[in-house]
């Protein structure tokens, strides 16, 4: 089994949308849990980062983690082209990032 | 700040051959971690610096890869020699500590013909 699944997607939705992007892990040392935005041809940033189960809202950008199922999901209101990039969820106990395979997203005008 | 600064931006270079990779860190940063990105695999961490330190390098692919950090503001990570299955983009990225959140470079994109 695979330390970090995520559906790579590609997802296309219009402009709008709701978007729910998930992630399951089977490593229950994980204690951070983030979601990464990838831009085409640039490096990752990050997005959203929460450490406990529950929601945490940022904007039009909210995390879920469920710890218990050791899943977590990014949801996205009102999609904008502008959101368009690949979502790569990452896990940590430490330094040391666990990442997704990116989940490529995007919006249709 | 400049951000994460990675060069070069892109590599052409023939099976065999010697490639040098270039990272400058965000200034203030501690910890420095080279990542390499395929389709297949995602994005897999190479080697973790802290204090110019390597302190994990269980990620390097084969002796063929080595890493450096002779100081605070600069990285190197050499393939010699190259090999085709060795394209992919590769990512510097830097933090406050090894807990703080991760900055990354633009990337390099390498291909071995």
């Known amino acids: 089994q695979k330390e970090v699944e995520q559906d790579p997607g590609p997802l296309s939705v219009p402009e709008g949308a709701i978007v729910s992007l998930n992630c399951t892990y089977s490593n229950s040392a994980f204690q951070y849990f983030m979601w990464y935005r990838q831009y085409s041809r640039k490096g990752p940033e990050l997005l959203m980062y929460?450490?406990?189960?529950g929601n945490k809202e940022d904007g039009r950008f909210t995390a879920q983690v469920d710890k218990s199922s050791k899943y977590i999901s990014l949801f996205i209101r009102d999609s904008q082209p502008s959101d368009s990039a690949s979502y790569l969820c990452?896990?940590?106990?430490?330094?040391?990032?666990?990442f997704g395979t990116g989940t490529r997203l995007k919006v249709l005008a | 700040d400049a951000g994460v600064i990675q060069s070069p931006r892109h590599e052409v270079t023939e099976m065999g051959q010697e490639v040098t990779l270039r990272c400058k860190p965000i200034?203030?940063?501690?910890?420095l971690f080279w990542y390499r990105q395929t389709m297949m695999r995602g994005l897999e961490l190479l080697i973790y610096f802290n204090n110019n330190v390597p302190i994990d390098d269980s990620g390097m692919p084969e002796d063929r890869f080595s890493a450096k950090m002779p100081n605070a503001s600069f990285s190197t990570l050499k393939i010699q020699p190259s090999e085709p299955r060795d394209s992919a983009v590769y990512f510097c990225?830097?933090?406050?500590?090894?807990?703080?959140?991760?900055?990354f470079g633009p990337g390099t994109r390498l291909t071995v013909l």
């Open positions: 990452a896990f940590s106990g430490t330094y040391k990032y666990i």
């Open positions: 929460t450490y406990s189960s």
């Open positions: 200034s203030g940063h501690n910890s």
């Open positions: 990225a830097s933090s406050l500590s090894q807990y703080n959140e991760q900055f």
